[in-house]
Structure formats: C-alpha cells, structure tokens
C-alpha cells in the first residue's frame, strides 16, 4: 500500500494550495484519512481528518476555517484545500490511513503514511 502526496510548492502568504493524496495498492473507501503536517524543529501534527463516509471531519483550531479536506466517492484520492496561507504554515504536510472507519488525534493510530510534501509560504 502507497499514499502519494502532491502538490506542495512556495507560495506567498494569502495564496491557496490544494494537496492531493492518492492512494495506491488498495482504496481507502472504508477507511478515515487524515492529513498532518510536521515544522522543522517541531512535532508532526494532525490538522485535518475525516471519517470513511465524509460524514465527520476534524481540523486543528489552527487551520479551521481556512483548510479544507475532502476525498472523492471511489476512496482512492484524499484532498486539503489550503487558502489563507500563513508562513507558520511552512512543513511538511503528510497524509495517512487507519485501518478505522473513524479517524484518530494521535499519529499512532494511522498504519498508511505517504511520502510528505512540502509547503513553504513566504511573507
């Protein structure tokens, strides 16, 4: 199983980026997926998340409202629309799967993690 992230790149800080994160091997149609991301010196975090159905999502009060995470029907592609960019929002942003229906908070719970790809947002 692979999880490919797409669509990082140096943006100025107001601009929009949109992730993606295709999954390889397998689908995810059943599973949450997640996205977290990691600054240099700092933690991997999870910022966005959402269940199997799309029903129920999560974000980290530092991106609500301005991140967005998606996944189409077929399971297979998982999105984070980014607008409003920050420069605190420069890392690396990783997606990844439980083997769950319902999404975690800790990184711990996902088995599925993609290569990363990198966000930097200049001021």
């Known amino acids: 199983v692979q999880l490919q992230a797409s669509g990082g790149g140096l943006v100025q800080a107001g601009d929009s980026l949109r992730l993606s994160c295709a999954a390889r091997?397998?689908?995810?149609?059943?599973?949450?997926v997640a996205w977290f991301r990691q600054a240099p010196g700092k933690e991997r975090e999870l910022i966005a998340a959402?269940?199997?159905?799309?029903?129920?999502?999560y974000y980290a009060d530092i991106v609500k409202g301005r991140f967005t995470i998606s996944r189409d029907n077929a399971g297979s592609t998982l999105f984070l629309q980014m607008n409003g960019l920050k420069p605190e929002d420069t890392a690396v942003y990783y997606c990844?799967?439980?083997?769950?229906?319902?999404?975690?908070?800790?990184?711990?719970?996902?088995?599925?993690w993609g290569q990363g790809t990198q966000v930097t947002v200049s001021s």
């Open positions: 959402i269940s199997w159905s799309g029903g129920s999502t």
């Open positions: 091997g397998r689908t995810f149609r059943r599973n949450a």
């Open positions: 990844a799967g439980t083997n769950s229906g319902s999404y975690y908070y800790d990184l711990t719970g996902y088995a599925y």
